[in-house]
């Protein structure tokens, strides 16, 4: 679903138009959560030369000496280099395995599991636990998931941040402004 621009006939309130916002080498900084910067981050960056703008909105903002259309889309001046490693967050770890239970691959009420359990010696990282649905994660309770006749989808493992911006490419945000669509890379196919 994309964002509705102005038309002639609409409002649309400054609040409705976020900026995507872009890396200086035009990627964005992030896909899932979508990197976007409210209008007031987004004019404040402009004024402060800390972004160029790439696209507009229709809307416009003024003042009694300014005029000004809205960025819809920015990109950084300075590049902002990624760590190759995510840090290990609960959103993480779901956007590592799909948002899926790892046992029955369930996308309802959604947890964590230690594969091997923390009373067996398992430990909180990225090679030990896995995201499992309540129903899951109580059958298998405090064993390991050969002792609980479960079996794992995938195997733990630490992700690269490129890893899961790949993933969150598959969870498109609710809306779009059509600006957007040339700077984000969906599974969509090119229009010829």
């Known amino acids: 679903m994309y964002h509705p621009d102005l038309s002639p006939i609409a409002y649309t309130p400054p609040d409705r138009c976020p900026a995507l916002v872009l890396n200086a080498d035009y990627s964005p900084l992030s896909y899932f959560p979508l990197s976007i910067w409210s ?6 960056a402009v004024f402060l030369e800390r972004v160029d703008i790439v696209e507009v909105y229709q809307r416009e903002i003024s003042s009694a000496h300014f ?4 960025p819809s889309v920015i990109a950084l001046k300075r590049y902002v280099r990624r760590s190759q490693f995510p840090p290990f967050t609960r959103f ?12 029955c691959g369930s996308s309802h009420d959604l947890t964590f599991d230690h594969v091997i359990p923390r009373a067996q010696g398992g430990r909180t990282t990225w090679d030990n636990v896995v ?3 309540s129903p899951c994660n109580l059958k298998k309770g405090g064993r390991t998931p050969e002792q609980a006749d479960l079996f794992l989808n995938i195997v733990p493992h630490q992700p690269t941040n490129w890893q899961l ?7 498109p945000p609710h809306y779009l402004h059509e600006s957007w669509r040339d700077w984000l890379y969906w599974d ?4 010829s």
């Open 39 to 44: 209008w007031q981050e987004a004019v404040k």
């Open 67 to 70: 005029k000004m259309r809205l």
């Open 92 to 103: 993480n770890l779901f956007l590592r395995d799909h948002f899926r239970c790892q046992y």
């Open 131 to 133: 995201a499992a649905c």
């Open 165 to 171: 911006h790949e993933n969150g490419r598959s969870f």
């Open 188 to 191: 969509s196919e090119l229009e």
